[in-house]
């Protein structure tokens, strides 16, 4: 049926209301930079080919905060100098859209496969244990202590 | 009257639904069940693709007010100190849960007897236990029997899932407390299980299992309700329970996703919507004989509302635990401060239960309440990497019935039929603070003991109450309870409830295990009193 929704309990696809200005991009990543450093391990975000495109991707996950990353786009000093105290004082005065931008811009980066490298994190998949493992972490004695002070549990007047 | 479309309606289709419609339509009754939200499959879930940790933040968010998918209704919490969270498809809120699996303990149903305060449930621990032991058997639960903080005879039909890192790490520091821990019981199958896959430990129970691996309510359930006969009927919004001059329930009134109402005419309704759905469709049902809702007549339809507020210490060790392996489902949980105790200035008590902490992004998160300098610029990278050794330390506290906490009808706002959305009043009561602060203190304690660099207490978690409990509580008296021992509404004699709303008291155990059990209660209850009516 027409402008009835197709799903009900899945979200539609994600898609964020418009694409970054050039301007737009280039302050976010310099905030992507200033939040999310690199090390010697990894480059930081703009040292990124993918990052502007996993930008857009988080964006879109984050839709209904478009519209302040914008405004607080529009609002990000011009030098690297001054950039870091005005995250600072966004973190501390308005901590709902340091929240939505930092965490864009952390998401954006930590879908780099360097970066997720770096971190010794494998993404969600799945990875069944052995068939004894789980008897095997606790058939060392782990459980004995628990055992050895036996029944623990308050029995009412009228019994179980 | 008309001839009925089916024996039975039932409104909702998690867990509670799942159970009653199958319970039925395996006895040969004709079962319609009625559910506003759709399917989900394990392919759609958020885990499924690298971003997940920024799906769950709103699109796959747990309080469907940040949510607002077409099948969720808004809840009106502006009078309320915590924001409940549901789920609303086919299978309900077990999408998400992460069906750690525990039952109540025997002093759970005697709170009045022998702390005091409350009411005491009509029935016991032992009355349940024949249906737990059913439910377990046919979800395939996975644990350790013999916990000795439950009296002797408690076993699972499959073997627990692995505790992991993190597990073996929580449970060395409860062991050198000299705390009660035990492997946790999920409802996640260790092995494949009639429909539901073994645990591949995807770590993401909470947002949907992409593995088909927790029993569900959509894979436990609803398939053999379906091969047994049953017709679900998703997008189906309830509007209210229709009665006869007589009293007694007709049917109940609803609309499809185009808006169109129907009647559902049947001999019997059992509402499973949850411990908020429920009440606002009795209130919904207000009628000239009954104008201050159905089975109201005692006045406690919306009261009593108990959510089990949770806190949590998240604890960041100097070790890959491989923190990002499910199940999560709890890895071990600890009763060691489950009942009350004479040392304490609160009763009751808590559960405690230890996860995983998957993802970097998550885990940037959790830190991010600790400052700037904490998860950001030169420390950005080692707070992402605190994922790999995290234990998260969750409690359930166990908050009493309070009339004053409740559900009652929005007048400001509805869902998208139109339909009056329910207004959560709640407030934590003095004792429940108290044992959020105890909860705080003794995970902040098993972390110092297990070694953790950092921790990050939360000392309340405003929107992960999933436990919707007591809001059409069962009992004896019928000016003091609104369902009788079986679910059976004390003011409709066909007239059925089968889901949180029903209990007394809460406990601390995570309640689906309960729900379930009590489902199934009803339900065969509702089979073999309706054949002996006949
Ligand atoms: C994030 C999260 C984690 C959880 N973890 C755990 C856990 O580890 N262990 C545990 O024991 N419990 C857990 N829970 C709680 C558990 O999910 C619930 O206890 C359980 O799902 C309740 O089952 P139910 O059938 O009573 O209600 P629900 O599962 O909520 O199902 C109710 C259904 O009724 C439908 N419905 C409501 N109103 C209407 C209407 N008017 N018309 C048509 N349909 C309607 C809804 O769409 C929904 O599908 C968790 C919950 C959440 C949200
Ligand atoms: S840990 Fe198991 S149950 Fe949880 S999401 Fe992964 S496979 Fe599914």
Redesign the pocket.
Known sequence: MSGLPERLSVPPPARPPRPLTEAEQARYVAVADALCRGDQRVPPPSGCTEFPRRLHLALALRAEAFDAIVRALAAVPGTAEELEPWLRRLHDEDPAMFAALSTVAAGAYLLEPAVRAALGYPGQHPDPPAPDEALREIGDGILDPVRRRGPRYRLPPDGV | MAEPDADVVV????????VVTCTLARRGFRVVC????DWVRPADFPANGPEWELEIQRRWA?DPNVRRLP?D?PLGVDGAELSP??????????L???????RLLPCDFRVRSLDGVADDWPIGYSDLAPYHDAIDRFVGVAGVGGDPAYPPGLDYPLPPNPIGGPGRRAAEAANRLGWHWWPGT?AIPSRRHGEIAGCTRWGTC?WGCPEGAKAS?DLAYWPPALRAGATLVTG????RVETGRDGRATGVV?LDRAGVEHLARARAVVL????V??P??LLLSAAAAHPDGLANSSGLVGRNLMLHPNCSVTGFYDEDLASWLGPA??LVYSMEFYDTRPEHDFVRGIKLHALPTPGPLNAVEAQRRLGYDAAWGANFLRAAGAHAGGILWAANTEDLPEESNRVTLDPDRSDDSG?PAPAIHYRISENTRKLLGFAVARMEQLHAAAGAVRTVPVELWTD?P???LGTARMGSDPRRSVVDAFGRAHDADNLFI???SIFVTGGSA????T?TAL?LRVGRHIADTARSAR
């Open positions: 409104v909702g289709a998690g867990p509670a639904g799942g009625l559910e506003q939200g747990h099948s209704y969270v549901m789920f609303n498809a086919v299978g309900g809120s077990s998400f849960a992460g069906m750690e699996w525990p999920n909470e309510a189906a919004r309830a509007r609803w499973c919507a949850n411990g759905g429920t606002r469709l489902g709890q339909i992960q999933g436990h919707l089968a889901d949180g995570n309640p689906t295990s729900i489902a």
